[in-house]
């Protein structure tokens, strides 16, 4: 089983800027995924295990970038210009698949979340 630890959550203000981190126990393809009360859990990028192909969802392309340090088996999420409805937990996850990957069932293993709180 993958291990995945996140971090660098917390409350910023609507415009503001946050980088979450998570850290593998291994290289695989990852993607992190949020997901608000009342919502499902969102998929938000992907990464594969190169760091040679990404991709974003409509709601965060341009504002969101997904990278990773191979050396450090860490992914990040630079998360810009942050609005209210950002507000969720984030999670990533690790694939088995090669590529990339952007539906929630073809990921096998989770972090335990972190708050992002936007305020306005």
């Known amino acids: 089983q993958v291990q995945l630890v996140e971090s660098g959550g917390g409350l910023v203000q609507a415009g503001g800027s946050l980088r979450l981190s998570c850290a593998a126990s291994?290289?695989?393809?990852m993607g992190w995924f949020r997901q608000a009360p009342t919502n499902g859990r969102e998929f938000l990028a992907t990464v594969s295990s190169s760091g040679g192909s990404t991709y974003y969802a409509d709601s965060v392309k341009g504002r969101f970038t997904i990278s990773r340090d191979n050396a450090k088996n860490t992914v990040y999420l630079q998360m810009n210009t942050l609005k209210p409805e950002d507000t969720a937990v984030y999670y990533c996850a690790a694939s088995g698949l090669p590529g990339i990957a952007t539906i929630r069932n073809e990921y096998d293993d989770w972090g335990q979340g972190t708050q992002v709180t936007v305020s306005s």
């Open positions: 291994g290289r695989y393809t």
